[in-house]
Structure formats: C-alpha cells, structure tokens
C-alpha cells in the first residue's frame, strides 16, 4: 500500500530564511514522488519529482528534494525564501503496482513573513 | 498544447440538480482522474480512467458518474447534487508509469457550490 504522511500542517518562515517542509512516505514498491505546490485559488503545479535517477532532485524556483530510501523520508528544502512561495505544498507518491494511482499528503501550508 | 482545460470554472447549483463538469486533454495520455479537494484538506480520487472505454473507482465515488468515450475527454455528472458535493473538482492526467517523466498534469479546477 502507498501512503504519504506531511509531517507539519503549517509552516512559517522569515523571507530569506531557509525552507523545510517534511515528507514521509510508506510504499511497498518502489516509489515515484512528487512535490506540487497550489497558489490560492490556483491549481497544481509540478515543483519537482523523483522517479528512480538522481536521489537528490532539482526543482523550478530553487526547490529540490532528497529521497533517502532508508528513512523513507522526501523533504522538499529551498535555501532562502522568497515572498512568492507562499503557498500550499503537496507531496506525492504513486507506484507501478498502484494502477497508476497517485496518493496525495494533506498539504503543508508555507507562510513567509516579510 | 493548452494541456487540461476544465469547463466550467465556477457553478452554483441547487441540490437535486444535475451537471456534468467537462474535461479534456490534448496530450495524448492514457490516464486521466478526477479529484476533489475540500477547504483545508489533500485531494481526494473520485474516479480515474486508464483509457478510451475503462474506468474505475477512486476513494470518493458515490454520487459521481464518469465515462471515457475518447482519449482526450473525461466528463465526470453529479446527478443528484447534495451540499456535501460543495468542493473544488480538478481533473488530471499523466503517461503511463515507467515512461519518462509520467507525473499528472492537473486543470485549472472547478469550484462548484451546491445550495
């Protein structure tokens, strides 16, 4: 079975300052995983993904992410924060014994404070 | 390309009231899924397609019908509208995994209020 756990519902960090939004997954094969981010009142946009390659991925704006199997762990980091970040932020995971199903987290909410 | 277009952006309807929300893809993909996302909350998986023809359920079905008659359209019909079907409706769509670079590609979404 797939799962995804978001481990902080909220967070809030100084424009500058580093970004962590932690990522747990649970899969019984081997995973692909995604990170998407939502503006307010917008639909989803792909930030970054891993599908087996490179462990450490290189997203849009700065973003990237690190698969580290042993934890089962996908953290999405960017090293300064900017304004426009502020938004929401799903992690993803889908696998080939899923039918194709993707199984979304329930969302970190980002807030950056001027 | 536009990618996925929903239709339409915005609904308000009346409960017992019936509509189907359009969908449709120009990317050739094979799989396309309807989800809803409600105030606060991840996406849920209301159905999904694996092609022309095949559909199946997600986590949320009930009071939801799909069909798939083309690769590029999804229409997904509320046929008795309840206010807990009040929700942002997105439709995705994605290659088959194990293709290069098989992430969704999500609509613009529908925000549907049922009163």
């Known amino acids: 079975a797939q799962s995804v756990t978001q481990l902080d519902s909220h967070v809030s960090v100084s424009e500058g300052t580093p970004v962590l939004l932690r990522c747990n997954y649970s899969s019984s094969y081997s995973p692909s995983l995604f990170w998407y981010v939502q503006h307010p009142n917008k639909g989803l946009q792909l930030l970054l993904k891993?599908?087996?390659?490179?462990?450490l991925v290189k997203g849009i704006n700065g973003f990237e992410a690190e698969f580290k199997k042993s934890e089962t762990s996908f953290h999405l980091t960017k090293p300064s924060a900017h304004m426009s970040d502020a938004a929401e932020y799903f992690c993803v995971v889908s696998a080939a014994n899923t039918g194709n199903q993707f199984y979304f987290g329930t969302g970190t909410s980002l807030t950056v404070i001027p | 390309n536009a990618g996925v277009t929903q239709t339409p952006k915005f609904r308000i309807l009346k409960i017992g009231q019936s509509m189907t929300l359009q969908c449709t893809q120009d990317m050739n993909h094979n799989y396309m899924y309807w989800y809803r996302q409600d105030p606060g909350m991840g996406l849920k998986l209301i159905y999904y397609?694996?092609?022309?023809?095949?559909?199946d359920k997600g986590e949320v079905p009930n009071g939801y019908n799909v069909s798939r008659s083309t690769t590029e359209d999804f229409p997904l019909r509320l046929e008795l509208a309840a206010p807990s079907q009040t929700s942002v409706y997105f439709c995705?769509?994605?290659?088959?995994?194990?293709?290069?670079?098989?992430?969704?590609?999500f609509g613009p979404g529908t925000r549907l209020t049922v009163t």
């Open positions: 891993y599908t087996s390659a490179a462990t």
């Open positions: 995705a769509s994605s290659w088959i995994i194990g293709q290069g670079g098989y992430e969704q590609y």
């Open positions: 397609s694996v092609g022309a023809g095949i559909t």
